[in-house]
């Protein structure tokens, strides 16, 4: 992209990187809605003033309805993120894109870890590691660019045309943003509107929604933890297979796996269709599985003391992720939970477990609507804080032997961290602090 006149709309870390990405052969213009936060980047471009402009690159957490973007689309001028404008800056043919309520990061991070020991180079960016936009101007024709993508990246797709796109599932998340689920829906749709013959979609047809979208969507390849018949992979007496045209290929046992849970069954059935389809063995494929620990913050055991198990989930940022969280796990549960407020309802959530939770701590934003909630599903055992901190040390004191500790807050982190990933780090910090673990 050369001699365009862009504006770079928020100046967080995609506003920075994009600026990186485009200085040298454009003219830019930026503008935040935090003023402060626009002063204190200096002079060194000028500030958006009603100057004629070809494009916006717009952060991705800023919501369409934000200051002067109402405008700058009634004008006509395109709106795009960073995997939109990755797509065009890049010389790379072998975009992969990973979305979904769930679930992303992991099979992301594990699709990477398959390219890399199958002998791919292979580039993880987007939702997850580092930004896309550096990875965009590295990777080469032949390279594949690993993208996990947020509802919010994928909104504002015009051109994005991924090889291989996956759908791990879709349910109730981020209404704060989207206002319904129908527009949270169609934005995950975006990822595979402009893929043509050659290209592949990959759904996860346990999940409701995603089947009925693999009636609609044609040529679609699908997941399952039961038998199948369509192309795709899928799970059959303990054994994970792969289906491709003639091909029919039992690549693994399920006892070999080490992660736990019929949800990262679906992972790694996502993530070895999506690497075979990519030229990777299945023999690698299996080696890759066999000794895969999965991503910090997602189910990562820290350890058992005085007879009590410890997980971190900071990455349950929304209800669906902690119900799969809880329904891995054996009761009896004290769970921490709370933050920010996406608009979520957690009503389903404590009436499936109401039986397995031993007591609930509850912190941030949303400690009260959540103790309201959980008290109308019978969960009696319940306890409110301002902070993580003071949860942490309510929920390490009360602990028994035989008991599980998890942090799944099925809120987002926004209210008191940065991201999901300080908030677990200071779980972490906290039980080692107890435990010495």
């Not at 894109?97 to 992301?108: E, L, P, Q, R, V």
């Amino acid at each position: 992209m050369k001699d365009k006149k862009l504006l770079i709309y928020g100046l967080g870390t995609t506003g920075l990187s994009a600026i990186d990405a485009l200085a040298e052969d454009n003219t830019l213009y930026i503008y935040d809605d935090n003023a402060a936060r626009m002063e204190s980047f200096g002079a060194s471009l000028p500030v958006y003033e009603d100057q004629e402009i070809d494009l916006v690159v717009k952060s991705p957490g800023i919501p369409l309805e934000s200051g002067r973007l109402v405008d700058l689309a009634a004008r006509n001028i395109p709106i795009i993120s960073d995997v939109e404008l990755a797509y065009r800056i890049s010389e790379c043919e072998n975009f992969v894109a990973i979305s979904g309520t769930n679930g992303k990061t992991t099979i992301t991070d594990l699709l990477y870890h398959m390219l890399l020991d199958g002998g791919k180079t292979a580039y993880m960016g987007g939702n997850v590691g580092i930004g896309i936009l550096p990875l965009a101007k590295r990777a080469k024709k032949d390279d594949i660019l690993v993208v996990e993508c947020s509802s919010f990246q994928l909104e504002t797709v015009i051109n994005f045309r991924p090889k291989v796109a996956i759908l791990t599932n879709i349910t109730e998340d981020h209404l704060d943003h989207h206002k319904s689920v129908d527009a949270y829906r169609e934005s995950k749709k975006n990822i595979y509107k402009n893929q043509r013959e050659g290209d592949h979609l990959i759904l996860n047809i346990d999940d409701p929604y995603l089947a009925l979208l693999g009636e609609e969507a044609e040529g679609a390849l699908v997941v399952s933890t039961a038998p199948v018949r369509q192309d795709g992979a899928f799970l059959d007496g303990g054994t994970l297979y792969i289906r491709y045209g003639s091909d029919l290929i039992p690549f693994m046992e399920r006892e070999e796996m080490l992660l736990p849970g019929d949800h990262n069954v679906r992972n790694a059935l996502e993530a070895a269709l999506c690497a075979y389809l990519m030229g990777v063995s299945p023999k690698s494929v299996r080696e890759t599985l066999m000794h895969y620990k999965g991503v910090d913050h997602r189910m990562e055991f820290l350890g058992e003391f005085a007879g009590i198990r410890v997980y971190n989930d900071s990455k349950g940022t929304n209800p669906d992720s902690t119900d799969v969280a809880l329904a891995g796990l054996e009761g009896p549960i004290r769970l921490l939970a709370g933050g920010f407020s996406k608009g979520s309802d957690f009503v389903p959530l404590f009436h499936r477990h109401r039986d397995k939770i031993a007591g609930l701590y509850l912190f941030g934003e949303t400690k009260d609507l959540m103790a309201e909630e959980a008290r109308g599903e019978g969960i009696e055992e319940i306890h409110t804080f301002e902070t993580l901190n003071e949860a942490i040390k309510a929920a390490t004191d009360a602990a028994l032997s035989g008991d599980t500790l998890l942090l799944s807050p099925a809120c987002a982190s926004w209210d008191q961290f940065k991201n999901f990933e300080e908030r677990g780090d200071l779980f972490k910090t906290l039980i080692a602090e107890k435990w010495g673990g």
